[in-house]
């Protein structure tokens, strides 16, 4: 392969240098389980509290509100099957767990909320989907309907992986404040790529994951407001102050931290670039190719993500023809891929299954050029161009007479 263009950054990123380098040495000579008591396992043990430290700054939380877990799905899984048990720490009359039956998300979650919620239905809970509009954005308004007295929690996704939409988490917030319903927000997407305090916008429960925003994969967090208490979700050691059992992955948060640090630090100016580069991506698609579409919010979006629907196109067939080119895009989520299922985000946001089927997600980074983003899009055109020319559908709908092979 003569060349390799990674647009795929919403699936994973590359461990950036100097996170990669921060974690050599408690993989080499700091190697000891941060639990025991000599002067080895300090050296680990304060580097936990140090990423720890870093991590919560970059959220506005509180050290102790930070828990790392092996990635967003534990997270993820974590909030919604423990969310149920969720009591506030103020002294009051609780009321008994088994009360609180219902739970509030989204029809657009990550599998990692949608197949737990699932999960959690069968085990007798009750799950309210809330839907979203024609671009990806979840109505505040169903949200309230939905809400009842035995609603244990309200988990709506901070920005999603697929169409990119951010949705309105400060209203949310407020929402579930008033009513007094913990806020759980999947913010893997959104955390280090845009500013988030989950004070201000009165998040209870967040969910980040570190390999998308390059640092190594299998380390995550849950962040958990401290006004509330909620059991563990793996038992076994006292690790992570007994709510999160198993030796910490050292070098993982000690990159994942180091790459958080990186992030923050150049967040405004990364938003800037990949916003700009985006923008003339969408541009450049929806001019030079006829019967495209953007999914998502033009605007309110993240910086590096664009999703199109290539009408008459097969979004499979076109990924296979990118990644002959060494162009690395996606047609959904990673996890999707492999099934023909059409994405049950573009299906949430109303597309029929035939466009949908067309779908194309580019996600940029902070090393994406604009000479890739030349390449890509020229390779898009061609390949878009080839892929019609043989559709029976496409030919139809242009009246013009199939060209031979
Ligand atoms: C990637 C992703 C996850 C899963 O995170 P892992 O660390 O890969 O387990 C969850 N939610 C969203 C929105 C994601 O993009």
Redesign the pocket.
């Known amino acids: 392969m003569s060349q390799q263009i990674y647009l795929d950054h ?3 990123t590359p461990v950036a240098a100097q996170a990669l380098e921060a974690m050599i040495p408690y993989c080499r000579k700091l190697y000891g389980n941060p639990s025991s008591s000599y002067a080895l396992a300090q050296d680990s043990r304060q580097a936990v509290e140090e990423a720890r430290d870093v991590i919560a700054g970059a959220i506005g939380a509180k050290s102790h509100e930070i828990y790392f877990t ?5 997270s ?1 899984n974590w909030a919604v099957k423990m969310s149920v048990f969720m009591q506030k720490q103020d002294g009051e009359a609780k009321p008994n767990a088994s009360e609180k039956k219902h739970l509030i998300t989204t029809k657009i ?2 599998h ?2 949608l197949h737990a919620c699932e999960w959690m239905e069968q085990q007798g809970y009750e799950v309210t989907y809330l839907p979203v509009d024609e671009q990806g954005v979840v109505s505040v308004r169903r949200l309230k309907e939905a809400i009842r007295p035995d609603t244990a929690c309200i988990s709506i ?1 901070y ?3 697929e169409v990119g939409t951010i949705q309105p988490i400060r209203e949310i917030g407020a929402i579930a404040a008033e009513h007094g319903i913990p806020f759980h927000t ?1 913010a ?2 959104a955390f280090c790529q845009i500013p988030i305090d989950v004070k201000e916008q009165k998040i209870s429960l967040l ?1 980040a ?4 925003c390059y640092g190594p ?2 380390v ?1 967090f849950l962040y958990i407001d401290e006004q509330y208490g909620m059991p563990p979700f793996m038992h076994g050691g006292a690790q992570e102050r007994q709510m999160r059992a198993g030796t910490e992955n050292v070098p993982g948060i000690v990159g994942f931290a180091k790459a958080v640090a990186i992030c923050q630090e150049n967040m405004e100016e990364r938003m800037q670039r990949e916003r700009a580069l985006r923008d003339y991506l969408i541009r450049r698609i929806l001019t030079e190719i006829p019967y495209v579409r953007l999914n998502g919010y033009a605007k309110n979006r993240l910086p590096g993500n664009a999703n199109f629907c290539f009408q008459f196109v097969e979004g499979e067939h076109l990924l296979v023809l990118l990644d002959m080119d060494g162009i690395c895009a996606s047609a959904g ?2 996890c999707t891929t492999g099934s023909s299922e059409p994405s049950h985000v573009l299906t949430a946001m109303g597309l029929p299954r035939d466009l949908a089927n067309g779908a194309l997600r580019l996600t940029l980074g902070a090393h994406t050029t604009k000479d890739e983003i030349d390449v890509t899009v020229e390779a898009i055109k061609r390949h878009v161009e080839q892929l019609r020319s043989t559709s029976s559908w496409y030919l139809e709908f242009t009246g013009e007479q199939p060209k031979c092979m």
Do not use: L
């Open positions: 919403a699936a994973t092996a990635g967003g799905t534990e993820d979650e990550h990692a909320i996704m920005a999603n992986n999947d893997v997407q969910s994951s570190s390999h998308k994969k299998g995550g989520s990673a």
